[in-house]
């Protein structure tokens, strides 16, 4: 089946230690994206790349970094995580950005957790 | 700024009928979209308004009035594995998708 996976499903990493998030999907989409979200909270949109082209919100902090090295592919890195980055992190694709009927498809999420 | 407004919880039993509304205020509108996520799970689609009116899909409907910047969704028959949480998303003129907390759902038998 088409689908968006995310690996690790739990993380868990020490205050300051580099950690590396996976997402791939089947599902050739053009678009993928990275949300962050804590409890009871609206997901957060990090960034998204239309195809290569890397997008960053504004209010992303410059902690948060991600690559994208092929279709299938894209990594969220956090270079010195703190305790509030403690979240659930979420991947999602789209076919594309200029319809707005495509929904967006998520994985299953990484639970990151700072100690 | 942009907002999107839903009720934080409701409680309804099973069996019956729910409406969870949402109110939105985006720069430009290109759809609003429903997603369900039950806790600690991926938010999954229910449904996409782009026109004003009722869109049916099973046991779900969702409604949208553009110019009240409204919208709801309607869930009937409520089974207890409809507990989770309902987020309101709507896409802007910049087709960013602009979200809602969420509204969670509780239902008892």
């Known amino acids: 089946d088409a689908m968006v996976i995310q690996n690790p499903r739990y993380q868990v990493t020490q205050f300051g230690k580099p950690v590396t998030l996976s997402c791939s999907q089947t599902?050739?989409?053009?678009?993928m994206y990275w949300y962050q979200q804590k409890s009871s909270q609206a997901p957060k949109l990090l960034f998204h790349?239309?195809?290569?082209?890397?997008?960053n919100e504004a209010d992303t902090p410059d902690n948060f970094q991600s690559r994208r090295p092929n279709t299938s592919f894209c990594f969220l890195d956090i270079r010195s995580p703190g305790l509030g980055d403690a979240a659930m992190y979420l991947c999602?694709?789209?076919?594309?950005?200029?319809?707005?009927?495509?929904?967006?498809?998520f994985g299953p999420g990484t639970r990151l957790t700072v100690t | 700024g942009q907002n999107i407004d839903q009720p934080t919880e409701m409680t309804a039993t099973e069996g019956a009928i729910v409406q969870i509304n949402c109110t939105y205020q985006?720069?430009?509108?290109?759809?609003l979209f429903w997603y369900q996520q039950h806790a600690g799970e991926a938010p999954t689609f229910l449904s996409y308004?782009?026109l004003d009116g009722l869109e049916e899909k099973g046991r779900f409907s969702s409604f949208l009035s553009r110019s009240k910047g409204y919208s709801y969704l309607l869930l009937k028959e409520l089974q207890m594995k409809d507990s989770a949480s309902y987020l309101c998303?709507?896409?802007?003129?910049?087709?960013?998708?602009?979200w809602g907390a969420g509204t969670k759902l509780i239902i008892k038998p």
């Open positions: 790349y239309y195809d290569k082209d890397f997008n």
């Open positions: 999602a694709t789209s076919r594309d950005v200029g319809d707005s009927s495509y929904e967006q498809y």
């Open positions: 308004n782009v």
């Open positions: 998303a709507v896409r802007d003129s910049n087709y960013q998708l602009i």
């Open positions: 985006t720069s430009g509108f290109n759809g």
């Open positions: 599902l050739n989409h053009n678009v």
